[in-house]
Nanobody
């Protein structure tokens, strides 16, 4: 599966952005989808994941209540709605596809798209 993330940009603290990830290739609904982020000088960090059907999601404590992951299998898309953005949310955000739900380690995801930059200013 090929993945392409988009929707990043510059936003003020407290604002909102919606990231999108378009998938192509094998059957999209076969994959668990996740979002990760990496800030300069830091390791890649788990943000959120959604199950094959979209019925189950979980997210990192740092974004819980502010970010929402969702998917549309008919369109082969996964989304990350981000609100109440903080300066510390600044990072490159990447989408990833895997086969097992409940995984937070990047090593558990098999396919990656190129990232999209999110910059939150004060």
């Amino acid at each position: 599966v090929q993945l392409q993330a988009s929707g990043g940009g510059l936003v003020q603290a407290g604002g909102s952005l919606r990231l999108s990830c378009a998938a192509s290739g094998r059957t999209f609904s076969s994959y668990v989808m996740g979002w990760f982020r990496q800030a300069p000088g830091k390791e890649r960090e788990f943000v959120a994941a959604v199950s094959w059907t979209g019925e189950s999601t979980y997210s990192a404590d740092s974004v819980k209540g502010r970010f929402t992951i969702s998917r549309d299998n008919a369109k082969s898309m996964v989304y990350l709605q981000m609100s109440s953005l903080k300066i510390e949310d600044t990072a490159v955000y990447s989408c990833a596809a895997g086969f097992m739900f409940g995984q937070r380690s990047p090593a558990r995801y098999d396919y990656w798209g190129q990232g999209t930059q999110v910059t939150v200013s004060s």
